[in-house]
């Protein structure tokens, strides 16, 4: 079935450990984003990349790096985790930049 | 500052009767709109969407309307059923970045 992975699933982390979540996408979208989703903010949007070899900062940049090394992949890491970035985190696609936006399931992630 | 905002965190209603879902925004620049349906442990869904062009779109059982002099959007679903429980959220593009900007989300419950 066409979509976005996500991995992992959850993960705990002790901070100032690195850590990279991984999406890939089957569907040849051009655009790919990173978001996380926190009780009472919605979802905000980390990093994205509207083809590939190419990225972008999005509202919560901070502590977060990406890269977009081919159409399918769009890992998103963590240089030294911080409890701040306990969150659930989604990687979406779309055809094009202002399409319409295709989801993962997400990666539960907790810094302790 | 919340450039998109939903006021319920959560609403519930009996299935078979009329469910509305409220938005509201500060950015006069936003010109593209989408509602966006999640359940538990699943990103979130494409639902529907509205251009500033018009005022209104629908789909089924969703319509969605949009009021650009009061920053005003809402989705409304008819007759609401059990398995549209879950939470929704609304989300803006336009402006200098063009990337969506979501809201905090709308948990609805609607009750057998």
């Known amino acids: 079935i066409a979509g976005i992975t996500q991995a992992p699933t959850s993960q705990i982390l002790a901070a100032g450990r690195r850590m990279t979540l991984r999406c890939t996408q089957d569907?040849?979208?051009?655009?790919m984003y990173w978001y996380r989703q926190d009780l009472g903010l919605g979802l905000r949007l980390i990093h994205y990349s509207n083809t590939a070899g190419t990225t972008g900062k999005g509202e919560v940049p901070d502590g977060y790096s990406v890269s977009r090394a081919n159409t399918d992949d769009f890992p998103l890491t963590l240089a030294s985790a911080v409890p701040s970035q306990t969150s659930v985190y989604f990687c979406?696609?779309?055809?094009?930049?202002?399409?319409?936006?295709?989801f993962g399931n997400g990666t539960r992630l907790t810094v302790t | 500052d919340q450039q998109v905002k939903q006021n319920s965190p959560s609403l519930s209603v009996q299935e078979g009767r009329i469910s509305i879902l409220n938005c509201d925004y500060t950015n006069s620049m936003f010109d593209y709109f989408l509602w966006y349906k999640k359940y538990p442990a699943e990103g979130p869904t494409f639902l529907i969407s509205i251009s500033s062009i018009k005022d209104k779109n629908e789909d089924g059982r969703f319509t969605v309307f949009l009021n650009k002099s009061a920053k005003h959007l809402s989705l409304h679903i008819v007759p609401s059923q059990p398995g549209d429980s879950a939470v929704y959220f609304c989300a803006a593009r336009g402006g200098a970045t063009n990337k969506l900007i979501f809201g905090t989300g709308t948990l609805l419950a609607v009750q057998p």
């Open positions: 569907m040849r979208h051009n655009a």
């Open positions: 979406a696609s779309s055809i094009e930049p202002n399409s319409p936006l295709h």
